[in-house]
């Protein structure tokens, strides 16, 4: 069985409340209505023969409409998450959610009924604490803040 490989950056930045990160709300019907767990570090699937960091800042770029900022890539490692391998490095630097032009993907909606339609691949982009990180992150992910809790 081939595993699917992902690769994303978790931009942070420290403040007089402590280290923040920025997180995306994935887009799509699916995750509409969602909050709780249902944010991620920008981050998408490793194309074959393509370097893992190469694949990271392609996808940053692709999702947020941005280009990751200017900064040292610190390795975070991995983790694992719904049956794929996430890769992903730490940035330190600062981001404007406003600047954020998103992405978009297709898919048949609603399931079945033979119409394509676009959405965007994330629908907002924010700032949390680590601690309310914890809470938006999807679980798969949550091993990548105890990571940067400690850069």
Do not use: C, N
């Not at 032009?101 to 994330?122: D, I």
Request: net charge negative; charged share 30%.
């Amino acid at each position: 069985m081939v595993v699917r490989r992902s690769a994303g950056v978790l931009v942070y930045r420290r403040g007089a409340a402590g280290v923040e990160v920025l997180l995306a709300h994935m887009g799509g019907p699916f995750w509409a209505k969602k909050d709780a767990a249902a944010w991620s570090l920008p981050k998408g699937e490793i194309e074959d023969g393509e370097a893992a960091e190469a694949a990271a800042r392609r996808e940053f770029a692709e999702e947020l409409g941005v280009p990751v900022p200017d900064g040292e890539w610190v390795e975070l490692g991995e983790v694992r998450q719904s049956g794929k391998v996430v890769t992903a490095w730490a940035v330190e630097g600062e981001l404007d959610p406003a600047e954020v032009v998103p992405g978009v993907f297709e898919m048949e909606w609603p399931p079945r009924s033979g119409v394509m339609r676009e959405f965007p691949e994330v629908d907002r982009v924010e700032w949390f604490s680590l601690e309310v990180a914890r809470e938006k992150i999807v679980k798969g992910q949550r091993g990548f803040l105890d990571r940067v809790a400690g850069l």
